[in-house]
């Protein structure tokens, strides 16, 4: 199995499969002398980390990450830091309960790649769903930290807006409540509204889908090049490669098609400090594949989960049609922790366009020109 790697000067490649010994990755063009520990790391695993609430799956794992390579202390300030060779990081599996899918192992489900993988390779882990499993996205996740102190005053913030049919409401969005409840949702009133909805789909045995919106501020303009290096095609490449992901968006995305010109022109005046102050961010943050300095804004759709209990019908990997009923412990909605999936990704993403620019260009250019 080829492409387990993405970015170009900042390269992540992960490995490991979801009942394995362990999962883990490799990132490779970390700038030296950068301050690295696994408590700068731990936080963000922490967030993506399984059975924190009822409402994701009950699998324990502590996700403890370990730094094996890539990193010294530093005599002159004492400080672990990076020496820019690549880093090893590795996340034991321990709570495995393969027997789960005994009963599955031969069929498949439908709405997975359980079908797709046996086709192409003729052989499929079907112990929880071997390296098709989100399993796989906690080394994102640990990429993702790293990538976000390698991109001065960049931070990068994700929220859970829509669950099912039910979307937040806009006009409510506080990042604070972010992290006031187990649905990362910015939106207080709707995040007590989805604890019922989930509970009942939960007890169904059934799951949903979600919408995911992640914002990065701090991001200096000029990254991305024109054609086939634009930032938006690389943010939504990286997202579209997160498991169960089925559409993204930039800034307005598809609504930008009922726009007038007028509408979505992102009108531009001078600020007190020089640089240009955009009246709107239809873009996203994005234009002609090239950062604005303004916030860059994707959103993406994660589908529900196939791993459900009510019988669907399929065939199995012998041509034979039958039932698949999936039992064991699951996502009722695996939008909720692809939040901090999503965050990694575009960090890792804008990380390695940072790094690309700065080989090719060095000092951005001084803005506005002088008039000749």
């Not at 009822?54 to 830091?81: M, N, Y």
């Not at 669950?163 to 009133?189: Q, Y």
């Not at 490449?237 to 979505?264: D, H």
Request: net charge neutral.
């Amino acid at each position: 199995m080829s492409f387990n790697t993405f970015g170009h000067l900042f390269r992540v490649t992960t490995f490991g499969e979801s009942h394995g010994v362990a999962i883990g990755c490799v990132v490779d063009g970390c700038p030296p002398r950068m301050p690295l520990t696994e408590a700068d790391i731990q936080p963000y695993l922490d967030k993506r980390r399984p059975g924190q609430s009822r409402f994701t799956t009950q699998r324990r794992e502590p996700d403890q990450v370990k730094i094996l390579s890539g990193v010294f202390i530093d005599e002159a300030s004492g400080e672990q830091v990076t020496t820019g060779t690549p880093i090893a990081l590795v996340i034991d599996n321990v709570d495995q309960r393969s027997k789960d899918y005994s009963d599955i192992k031969d069929k498949y489900r439908p709405g997975h790649a359980d079908y797709t993988y046996d086709a192409k390779y003729g052989i499929r882990d079907h112990r929880g769903g071997g390296r098709q499993s989100a399993r796989e996205t906690a080394t994102r996740v640990a990429a993702g930290a790293i990538a976000r102190k390698v991109v001065p005053g960049m931070r990068v913030r994700g929220a859970l807006i829509q669950m099912g049919k039910h979307r937040i409401e806009s006009e409510r969005w506080n990042w604070d409540e972010v992290e006031r409840n187990p649905f990362f949702c910015p939106d207080a009133e709707k995040a007590k509204f989805f604890e019922g909805y989930l509970d009942d789909i939960r007890k169904r045995g059934s799951s949903v889908g979600a919408v995911i919106e992640v914002v990065a501020e701090g991001v200096p303009v000029g990254l991305g090049a024109p054609i086939y290096g634009k930032l938006d095609g690389d943010l939504a490449a990286a997202l579209m490669g997160i498991n169960a992901v089925k559409g993204v968006e930039i800034g307005a995305g598809f609504a930008s098609a009922a726009l007038s010109g007028e509408e979505n022109a992102d009108e531009i005046r001078m600020g007190n400090d020089g640089r240009p102050i955009f009246l709107s961010n239809h873009a996203g943050g994005i234009l002609g594949g090239i950062s604005t300095g303004q916030p860059i804004v994707c959103r993406f759709a994660v589908k529900p989960t196939s791993s459900i209990l009510t019988p669907r019908r399929t065939v199995d990997r012998y041509g034979a049609e039958t039932e698949i009923s999936t039992k064991g412990r699951h996502d009722p909605c695996v939008g909720i922790r692809a939040v901090p999936i999503g965050e990694a990704m575009v960090a890792c993403v804008i990380a390695d366009h940072y790094l690309r620019q700065r080989g090719q260009m060095g000092e951005t250019p001084a803005w506005p020109f002088a008039r000749v």
